[in-house]
């Protein structure tokens, strides 16, 4: 639970006046905190327990918010199903690679795909209906693509609330901690170095996957341009989604691409992707396959000791990079259409992804 003591040592920091929040490390990784200052002044109850308490709490509520998850995908998608249906689905999606690292690690990936898709999920018209995204895009940056998406969809007052709640945490991180507030936003949030090394196979998103390719550390153009191809495809076929919940899923799948660093555990949203790949009409195998995609673990098979990552040959690749290469194709196949559609169901190939992630979806 190497996240927690991060989470723990920032809420320290705060207590001690948030002077240091962005200048300590902490366990044998020297990790440091990469969070906007909002976060921090969350964490501040992690500093007040002891650290047995504090990881019992996490290990118990991320397990919780699994079943929360599943429970809001079912309702989103529309499948009705009894508790004991969604506590067994739980039980199963609790082996995801990405949520299982997410409890191993600690993490709050699972807490904001809950609050997102909570938000997402009420009715049309319900008050301040978005205000939730935009606090968690106050905690984490990546959920921003959602506020875009709202925006293109025009959903306009949902994504005027979302802004509203971004601004308003950001608002609350400088009267609370001012100069941690004016490093972060100046400084820290383009230091992407911090975060952690892009090319190792810990990182699933499309410059994880561009840089291992190349056997570049640092892309650049290489990786910015498919990256900024990749994120107008991606909204485009959210916006141009045939249900909000294709569209929601769509825009997460672009969020997890185009971000500069996308850890395998962040890929939670794996749990509403698969619900909507069974639920709206896509092939069942799909979804059978996507579940075995996300439980295989092909990343950790490969020697990723030091720089080893960056020297794989060519086969080990795809296994290297599964998420983003499963994202892809599924995006490909969205923005494609019924065209892709009905090739497939002629029997026509579409490249090959492991394990076959390139079934296509009717729009």
Same mark, same amino acid.
């Given at each position: 639970?190497?996240?927690?003591?991060?989470?723990?040592?920032?809420?320290?920091?705060?207590?001690?006046?948030? =002077?240091?929040?962005?200048?300590? @490390?902490? @366990?044998?990784?020297?990790?440091?905190?990469?969070?906007?200052?909002?976060?921090?002044?969350?964490?501040?109850?992690?500093?007040?327990?002891?650290?047995?308490? *504090?990881?019992?709490?996490?290990?118990?509520?991320?397990? =919780?918010?699994?079943?929360?998850? !599943?429970?809001?995908?079912?309702?989103?998608?529309? *499948?009705?199903?009894?508790?004991?249906?969604? /506590?067994?689905?739980?039980?199963?999606?609790?082996?995801?690679?990405?949520?299982?690292?997410? !409890?191993?690690?600690?993490?709050?990936?699972?807490?904001?795909? /809950?609050?997102?898709?909570?938000?997402?999920?009420?009715?049309?018209?319900?008050?301040?209906?978005?205000?939730?995204? =935009?606090?968690?895009?106050?905690?984490?940056?990546?959920?921003?693509?959602?506020?875009?998406?709202?925006?293109?969809?025009?959903?306009?007052?949902?994504?005027? &609330? +979302? !802004?509203?709640?971004?601004?308003? @945490?950001?608002?609350?991180?400088? *009267?609370?901690?001012?100069? %941690?507030?004016?490093?972060?936003?100046?400084?820290?949030?383009?230091?992407?170095?911090?975060?952690?090394?892009?090319?190792?196979?810990?990182?699933?998103?499309?410059?994880?996957?561009?840089?291992?390719?190349?056997?570049?550390?640092?892309?650049? *153009?290489?990786?910015?341009?498919?990256?900024? %191809?990749?994120? !107008?495809?991606?909204?485009?076929?959210?916006?141009?989604?045939?249900?909000?919940?294709?569209?929601?899923?769509?825009?997460?799948?672009?969020?997890?691409?185009?971000?500069?660093?996308?850890?395998? &555990?962040?890929?939670?949203?794996?749990?509403?992707?698969?619900?909507?790949?069974?639920?709206?009409?896509?092939?069942?195998?799909?979804?059978?396959?996507?579940?075995?995609?996300?439980?295989?673990?092909?990343?950790?098979?490969?020697? &990723?000791?030091?720089?080893?990552?960056? &020297?794989?040959?060519?086969?080990?690749?795809?296994? %290297?990079?599964?998420?983003?290469?499963?994202?892809?194709?599924?995006?490909? /196949?969205?923005?494609?259409?019924?065209?892709?559609?009905?090739?497939?169901?002629?029997?026509? +190939?579409?490249?090959?992804?492991?394990?076959?992630?390139?079934? /296509?979806?009717?729009?």
């Amino acid at each position: 639970m190497a996240d927690v003591l991060v989470y723990r040592a920032e809420g320290a920091a705060v207590l001690a006046g948030g =002077g240091d929040l962005y200048g300590f @490390t902490v @366990t044998e990784w020297q990790l440091p905190a990469t969070y906007p200052p909002f976060a921090a002044l969350l964490f501040v109850p992690a500093a007040w327990v002891p650290l047995g308490v *504090l990881k019992a709490v996490f290990l118990f509520g991320n397990i =919780g918010l699994v079943v929360v998850l !599943v429970r809001l995908s079912c309702r989103f998608v529309g *499948l009705r199903v009894t508790w004991a249906a969604v /506590c067994a689905v739980a039980a199963f999606a609790l082996w995801l690679e990405p949520v299982f690292q997410t !409890v191993l690690f600690g993490q709050i990936n699972l807490a904001l795909a /809950c609050l997102i898709l909570w938000d997402l999920t009420r009715p049309p018209g319900a008050s301040y209906k978005g205000l939730a995204l =935009g606090i968690a895009t106050g905690i984490k940056l990546t959920p921003a693509v959602f506020i875009v998406y709202l925006f293109l969809a025009g959903r306009r007052r949902e994504a005027a &609330h +979302a !802004v509203a709640g971004f601004v308003g @945490t950001v608002a609350v991180g400088a *009267l609370v901690l001012p100069y %941690a507030s004016g490093e972060f936003w100046t400084r820290r949030l383009y230091e992407t170095g911090r975060v952690g090394k892009a090319w190792i196979v810990d990182n699933q998103s499309l410059q994880g996957l561009v840089a291992r390719v190349l056997h570049e550390a640092e892309p650049g *153009l290489l990786w910015a341009v498919p990256a900024a %191809a990749v994120g !107008v495809a991606g909204l485009y076929a959210a916006r141009a989604a045939r249900t909000p919940a294709r569209g929601v899923v769509l825009a997460a799948l672009t969020a997890l691409l185009v971000s500069p660093i996308s850890w395998s &555990h962040h890929w939670v949203w794996c749990v509403p992707l698969i619900a909507v790949v069974w639920a709206e009409g896509w092939r069942r195998r799909t979804a059978w396959a996507l579940a075995a995609l996300f439980t295989a673990r092909t990343m950790w098979l490969l020697p &990723h000791e030091g720089d080893l990552d960056l &020297h794989l040959a060519w086969w080990q690749q795809p296994l %290297a990079s599964p998420y983003p290469l499963a994202g892809v194709a599924l995006l490909g /196949c969205a923005v494609a259409g019924p065209t892709a559609t009905r090739s497939l169901h002629r029997g026509a +190939a579409l490249p090959t992804l492991p394990p076959k992630a390139a079934d /296509c979806p009717s729009r």
